[in-house]
């Protein structure tokens, strides 16, 4: 009977609940609204990002990529791009397509889209710019990048950059070559022998802010991409590039010769000037050491990239004699005295026929 009653009881709960209203369906609406976008970066460095919008102005541009901002538009598109342009110029420094942008809206009744791009500093970095020098440049926000060029639409948002008075930065494109006397390209040889296709840049009066100013040189132009990558092409592990040379002035008319790396040796002494070459990039980033401590400019900046052997082996030779003395053994006439290590450095083979010019005593000393 028990069992019974229990089984009519249920049977009457599920009556009951048939007999129920049907409760509301919960519906998600196929409209995503379009939102005012915050600045809540996913990336540490963009925690505390500032936006860029029209009228910007940056300070202290040093290009690192530690400091970061944003920016954010609206498209009609779902294949927006963002392109970096130098006003001066005209130049396209570098471009942001669709897979390089955030959406962050998209309302299906207006038919709009939002995006954000999230930008360091170092995006930065082909800018040419000098030391506390101003300027423009503009984040063309192009709304649908598969119309033809002649049917883009676009926006452009103008910030003005402001370099450091720490950092300097030369582009060597086409514009800077046609503009200037900067850069010549020639080439190198004996008598129509041992010819090297080089690039020579050549800046005065570079202005700097003592030692620890950083002075790049991008070669952006094909050219001058080409031969400073054969430059590079006998470098190995953090040995220096003896192709290409690079030359300081101080203000005090004194020479400051600068070996260029593309792997810093564990040895080396950063407090004293020397040179990064990126194979990726093609950029040249001087960094200036102690030669420079107080000065507020460097008289003259020379780059030579591709050059033949005899340069280079002037240019070893000058490196090893400036890090030499000149002594007296006692009363016995000069006699050389090499270091062996730093004449091989010189890039010759015949280091004892080498050691036979230099009439000299010497002894080890740092380079200055």
């Known amino acids: 009977m028990k069992q019974q009653a229990l089984a009519l009881a249920f049977v009457a709960l599920l009556a009951a609940a048939s007999l129920a209203p049907a409760a509301a369906a919960t519906t998600t609406s196929t409209v995503e609204q379009t939102q005012t976008i915050q600045p809540s970066m996913m990336a540490a460095d963009f925690a505390n990002a500032s936006e860029w919008t029209d009228g910007t102005n940056v300070t202290d541009f040093q290009a690192n990529d530690s400091t970061a901002a944003y920016l954010n538009q609206t498209t009609t598109s779902n294949n927006p791009a963002v392109r970096l342009i130098d006003n001066e110029s005209d130049e396209t420094l570098t471009t942001w397509g669709n897979s390089s942008l955030e959406q962050t809206a998209h309302d299906t009744t207006a038919g709009t889209y939002a995006y954000r791009l999230n930008v360091t500093h170092g995006d930065l970095s082909d800018l040419d710019i000098r030391a506390g020098e101003t300027k423009d440049v503009v ?33 060597v494109d086409d514009h800077l070559i046609s503009t200037t006397d900067i850069v010549t390209f020639e080439t190198d040889g004996i008598m129509g022998y041992f010819e090297d296709k080089t690039t020579s840049f050549t800046a005065e009066n570079v202005a700097i802010n003592g030692s620890n100013t950083t002075i790049g040189v991008n070669m952006v132009n094909s050219s001058a991409q080409s031969r400073l990558g054969s430059s590079l092409e006998s470098v190995t592990g953090a040995n220096w590039d003896k192709s290409t040379l690079i030359t300081l002035t101080t203000s005090d008319d004194e020479e400051v010769l600068v070996k260029g ?44 990239t591709n050059v033949g052997w005899v340069p280079s082996f002037t240019r070893g030779l000058d490196l090893w004699v400036s890090n ?12 050389v005295t090499p270091d062996l290590g730093a004449l091989a450095d010189v890039g010759s083979t015949n280091v004892p026929a080498m050691a036979s010019l230099v009439p000299i005593v010497a002894s080890r000393r740092t380079l200055a």
Not at 268 to 286: G, H, K, L, Q, R
Not at 327 to 335: A, E, I, Q, R
């Open 139 to 171: 984040f063309r926000y192009v709304d649908n990048t598969s119309v033809s060029a002649e049917n883009e639409t676009y926006t452009n948002v103008t910030v003005s950059i402001t370099a450091a008075s720490t950092y300097a930065n030369y582009r």
């Open 261 to 304: 790396y593309t792997e810093l040796p564990d040895d080396a002494d950063t407090n004293e000037t020397y040179a990064m070459i990126d194979e990726s990039s093609n950029d040249v980033t001087i960094h200036l050491g102690e030669e420079f401590d107080g000065d507020t400019s460097v008289e003259e900046v020379s780059v030579k």
């Open 324 to 335: 030499f003395e000149l002594s007296l053994d006692h009363l016995n006439p000069f006699v």
